[in-house]
């Protein structure tokens, strides 16, 4: 369990290094920008536009990893690690090789995305038709 546990606290360290770098970077490129006289290239904002959501998403993926990461840690402590927090089953070893912060047997996961979907499948049918009647 040692190994795990320096892995899981390695990962940890990466990540929030890699949170870091991203905010220091952020927080450049909201520094005020000297005026440039607009010459129309609207192209160029979109795509800066676009960079930031990418920045954005990537980040909050990372704040995730953190938290599941965190997770693991608690659950090594506890003597909970491996274990499924659905069924209660052994999670595989090569499942926890890949993935050592995840919570759930595979089979566990599967139903959990399956689920997602459906639900997912559900609001888009009843979404779309409440903003028809206004």
Same mark, same amino acid.
Request: hydrophobic fraction near 35%; charge should be negative.
């Given at each position: ?23 220091? !970077? ?10 440039? !006289? !607009?010459?129309?290239? @609207? =192209? ?11 920045? =954005? !998403? ?19 402590? @506890? ?46 049918? =009843?979404?779309?038709?409440?903003? @028809?009647? @206004?």
């Amino acid at each position: 369990m040692n190994g795990i546990r320096e892995r899981l606290e390695q990962d940890l360290l990466t990540v929030v290094s890699r949170l870091r770098r991203m905010d220091s !970077a952020v927080a450049l490129e909201e520094l005020p920008a000297p005026v440039i !006289a !607009a010459d129309g290239d @609207d =192209f160029s904002e979109v795509q800066e536009l676009e960079r930031r959501e990418i920045g =954005f !998403a990537t980040r909050e993926l990372l704040i995730e990893r953190v938290h599941r990461l965190q997770a693991a840690l608690d659950r090594l402590r @506890d003597g909970e690690y491996g274990t499924c927090v659905e069924c209660g089953e052994d999670i595989a070893p090569a499942r926890l090789r890949v993935l050592p912060e995840v919570q759930t047997c595979v089979r566990c996961q599967d139903r959990i995305e399956r689920l997602g979907r459906r639900l997912e499948a559900v609001e888009a049918e =009843f979404g779309g038709g409440e903003d @028809d009647e @206004d």
